[in-house]
C-alpha cells in the first residue's frame, strides 16, 4: 500500500480538480464521490483538510464547489500526503540501539528518502497527463 485511503481520496478529487483548473470551473463534493464511488462524507474531511491546507478554495450553494487555488504544476503529491497525513508515524518498540533494528532503520529511511523524492517529484499536473494517456482509446487492429 503506497499511500491511506485518506490521501488516495484526497489525490483523485484533486485529480478532478485539476482537470477543469483551466476552466475555472468548480467541483462539488457528491459530483466527485459519485464519479469514483468514494463515500460522500469521508471525501468531505478530506477536502476540508485539502481547503485548511491552502490547496482549496470552497464556495458553497447550488453552484459552488471546490477549486484548486494553485495551477496543478505547482502542487506535489508530496505537499498534499503532507497535508492529509500529518506525521502520522506510531512510535515502535524495542530496543532500538540493536544492530537489527538499527540495520533496519537504516533501510527505512532509504526507503523513505527514494519514496520523498518520486512523490516531491510528481505534480498534480503529472498525475493528470498519466491519467488521460489511459483514457485513449486503444486501437483495434484487424485482420
Given at each position: 500500500m503506497v499511500f491511506?485511503?485518506?490521501?488516495?481520496?484526497g489525490l483523485v478529487a484533486l485529480i478532478d480538480l485539476a482537470a477543469v483548473y483551466a476552466t475555472g470551473e468548480?467541483?462539488?463534493t457528491g459530483e466527485i464521490s459519485r464519479r469514483h464511488g468514494m463515500p460522500e462524507r469521508y471525501l468531505e474531511q478530506m477536502?476540508?483538510?485539502l481547503r485548511k491546507g491552502g490547496f482549496l478554495i470552497s464556495v458553497r450553494g447550488p453552484k459552488g464547489g471546490h477549486q484548486l487555488t494553485r495551477s496543478p504544476e505547482l502542487i506535489t503529491v508530496s505537499e498534499v500526503e503532507d497535508c492529509l497525513e500529518g506525521d502520522a508515524r506510531a512510535e515502535r518498540q524495542g530496543d532500538r540501539s540493536n544492530a537489527e533494528f538499527r540495520v533496519l532503520d537504516g533501510l527505512a529511511q532509504r526507503a523513505h528518502q527514494a519514496r520523498t523524492a518520486?512523490?516531491?517529484g510528481t505534480t498534480l499536473a503529472h498525475l493528470l497527463l498519466e491519467r488521460d494517456s489511459l483514457r485513449q482509446p486503444t486501437p483495434m487492429f484487424y485482420i
Open positions: 491511506s485511503a485518506k490521501t488516495e481520496y468548480r467541483q462539488q477536502l476540508t483538510s518520486v512523490l516531491k
